[in-house]
């Protein structure tokens, strides 16, 4: 009988029978999207770093190298399993072409490099170790898509020419967030085209499960060994990789939990109406003895069965939907591996999300239980009050507008030249970096002394970026990457304090104020190489705390005198603005013709395009999560409309009979509907911006801080 009435009550409410299925398929489909998302990327990117054995410790050095020093002071160290150092050609990008594209304009630090021996390994797609051979180049996966190349494409480095054999996955330079990548070739062709380039090493620890990579750090500092370049350990390299696929996820997910919303508001509202369409049957069944538990178990199961199929095509839409989504992870990191524990976890998200929307139904059915079986026959009394069915539509059309508006304006904020006061860099119109040479400070000075010349820039600033060794007042030991230089004539935003005006003010990004627990007017010490080559203490105030994302946002910023301060220069960066804007382009294409085929390791290029080249991946990924979330939000909406709207002319049936008996046209009714509709319509419109643009500024400032990029303000497009 349970089964007959609950088929029966499919034929006669088809629409609310499949709206239903639908809020429930869409719910279970964002949740289990996300996890399925979330668990491939993880599981990848873990699988990537084991099979490539990444290293737990990389000291990036530009400069000579003494191998068994650095080979004693392994030895000593117990935590340390295995030392190798590599080699790394930077190439100007000026000499690149790959697959007939210029690499001029690409903001990264590109270079060849070889095959390593111990650990740190180039892989393929299969995530096999690569041999290249003679006349053979491998390109990281990420120009494949970005260049459109295939295998058999020509790689051309000045005169020399390689033939593209396939595409390397690197586990520690894959993201577009890590700022080199390397080209692996056979040693012989290295050796061939390094007159062509400036060599760098790679010092890389294996270290043992457990050690402390900062205690191993400063260890390293204070031994004295090469440090003219950043350093990089296992836990920033395993971040970079994730935040770019990492934040589509999050914005995924939050959309999941506002169409969770919708759908627990949605059914409750049809089943109120369904309530009161039924409410003589009710009445009927009550007055034949059905306990009440039964009365609610049968409408119960209706929702139970509906949960089950949504739950079901929800999955399998996530499944489908993940294919297009997921491409780029497979593409930078491989397959996931064993995927049984995270389909097991996908499935249990979705009966989660249905236990959710179940337990608003059986709370919903409770209001039956409230009238008795001669109210209900008589058609008195109502199922709680008397709802008015247009306001959920100007709710939903709020939260609609919320799900369309949320991950656009993530979008447009990221993309914007202004989103660089959350990187811990100035808002300015020109960058030029110094790196990958012997002598950065003194081309630094070449280039600054060259630009002070020149009569279109209005302003620059030059800062050095070097490696000191900061000590707490308890003793405790940090190196920190100190930007050093005049913070005053492009300063970013501060989350508190401002920028470092005398000597001895530091200003910290706020993930290394969290980890050192310092705040504002605390005192450090830094230690500064003088010119006797000892480490001279400098005790500094800490003036300001800022966000940023560049370096795994541990950064700062500080102003010393570079008279007593002989610190090697690691990179040296120039920021400027010139008189007029409009001539961006045209002062970076002539600085490029003038500089560029000179200077090794000078590069131009205009910040809109630097951000471009770092966050163009993470933009392009929650590109694809707004699409999702749109056509999500187009969908819902215009279910709820249709749902709606029917169930409103079903309760006002008889005032409409009434209305055409008077002599109202079809025309009027549908106009008195629309005006009534627009009325709770607008305003949703208006709440929905309202909440896509403050509220979610906040949810979006979560997900940006999981990057360093607090303080967060929203750039509207």
């Not at 494949?144 to 586990?171: C, H, P, T, V």
């Not at 249905?354 to 079986?373: D, F, H, N, P």
């Not at 119109?429 to 010349?453: H, Y």
């Not at 005032?655 to 008077?662: H, I, T």
Request: aromatic share 8%.
């Amino acid at each position: 009988m349970k089964k007959r009435l609950i088929f029966n009550d499919f034929k006669a409410n088809k629409l609310v029978t499949v709206s239903t299925c639908i809020f429930m398929a869409a719910s279970a489909m964002l949740l289990g999207l996300s996890i399925l998302l979330f668990g491939s990327l993880s599981s990848a990117i873990d699988s990537l770093m084991l099979k490539a054995q990444t290293p737990d410790f990389l000291q990036m050095h530009v400069g000579e190298i003494n191998e068994e020093e650095i080979a004693r002071f392994s030895e000593k160290r117990s935590e340390v399993e295995a030392m190798q150092i590599c080699r790394f050609l930077n190439l100007q990008n000026s000499q690149l072409t790959i697959g007939g594209s210029s690499l001029i304009s690409n903001t990264q630090d590109n270079g060849l490099c070889c095959q390593s021996h111990l650990f740190d390994f180039l892989i393929d797609a299969e995530n096999k170790k690569i041999e290249p051979l003679p006349g053979e180049v491998y390109v990281p996966v990420c120009y494949k898509n970005e260049y459109e190349l295939k295998i058999g494409d020509l790689m051309q480095i000045a005169s020399e020419k390689l033939s593209i054999a396939g595409f390397l996955r690197d586990s520690q330079m894959n993201s577009m967030m890590a700022s080199s990548k390397r080209f692996l070739v056979n040693e012989a062709d290295y050796e061939r085209i390094k007159p062509l380039g400036s060599e760098e090493y790679l010092i890389e620890f294996k270290l043992k499960e457990g050690s402390d990579t900062n205690t191993f750090a400063t260890a390293y500092k204070d031994a004295g060994l090469p440090g003219n370049g950043p350093t990089i350990t296992y836990p920033l390299v395993k971040m970079m990789n994730a935040l770019s696929d990492g934040m589509m996820i999050l914005v995924i997910l939050l959309v999941g939990a506002v169409v969770l919303f919708i759908s627990m508001l949605c059914i409750r509202y049809m089943i109120l109406t369904q309530l009161e369409k039924d409410k003589r049957e009710i009445g009927m069944l009550k007055a034949v003895g059905i306990s009440k538990k039964d009365l609610r178990s049968l409408y119960f199961s209706k929702y139970l069965l509906l949960s089950v199929i949504g739950g079901f095509v929800g999955l399998v839409a996530a499944l489908i939907v993940a294919e297009p989504l997921g491409t780029q992870i497979r593409e930078l990191y491989g397959d996931a591996g064993n995927m049984s524990i995270i389909y097991i976890l996908m499935i249990l998200g979705a009966l989660v999300v249905e236990g959710i929307i179940l337990l608003s139904v059986y709370s919903t059915l409770g209001k039956m239980e409230k009238m008795s079986a001669v109210e209900v026959m008589y058609g008195r009394g109502s199922f709680g009050k008397k709802k008015n069915l247009y306001l959920p539509i100007g709710i939903i059309t709020a939260a609609a507008v919320f799900m369309i508006l949320m991950p656009w304006n993530i979008n447009s904020t990221i993309a914007a030249p202004e989103f660089v006061t959350y990187m811990g860099i100035g808002e300015s119109q020109i960058r030029i970096d110094i790196r990958q040479t012997e002598n950065i400070k003194e081309s630094a000075e070449a280039v600054k002394n060259g630009i002070e010349q020149d009569d279109r820039v209005q302003d620059y600033t030059l800062l050095n970026t070097g490696s000191y060794k900061v000590e707490l007042h308890d003793g405790t030991s940090y190196n920190l990457m100190i930007e050093n230089g005049d913070h005053g004539s492009f300063p970013l935003r501060y989350l508190e304090g401002g920028y470092p005006e005398k000597a001895d003010e530091i200003a910290l990004s706020l993930l290394n104020s969290k980890e050192m627990n310092v705040k504002i007017g605390d005192m450090i010490r830094v230690y500064k190489d003088s010119k006797d080559g000892t480490a001279a203490p400098l005790l500094c105030k800490v003036c300001g705390i800022y966000s940023d994302v560049t370096n795994g946002g541990k950064t700062a910023k500080a102003c010393f005198a570079d008279s007593d301060d002989k610190t090697a220069v690691m990179w040296s960066v120039i920021y400027l603005s010139l008189k007029d804007e409009s001539l961006t382009d045209i002062w970076v294409q002539d600085y490029r013709a003038k500089y560029s085929s000179n200077d090794d390791g000078i590069r131009a290029v205009k910040i809109a395009d630097y951000i471009a080249g770092t966050y163009g991946q993470t933009i392009r990924n929650i590109r694809k999560a707004a699409v999702v979330s749109a056509f999500s939000a187009c969908l819902i909406l215009f279910v709820v409309m249709l749902l709606l709207l029917r169930l409103i002319i079903w309760r006002e049936r008889s005032d409409s009979s009434l209305k055409k008996a008077l002599g109202f046209t079809s025309a009027d009714i549908k106009e008195e509907y629309l005006k009534k509709t627009f009325k709770y319509l607008l305003p949703g419109i208006a709440l929905g911006i309202f909440a896509g643009i403050v509220p979610g500024q906040g949810l979006a400032g979560m997900l940006l801080g999981s990057m360093g990029a607090y303080g967060f303000r929203f750039i509207l497009n």
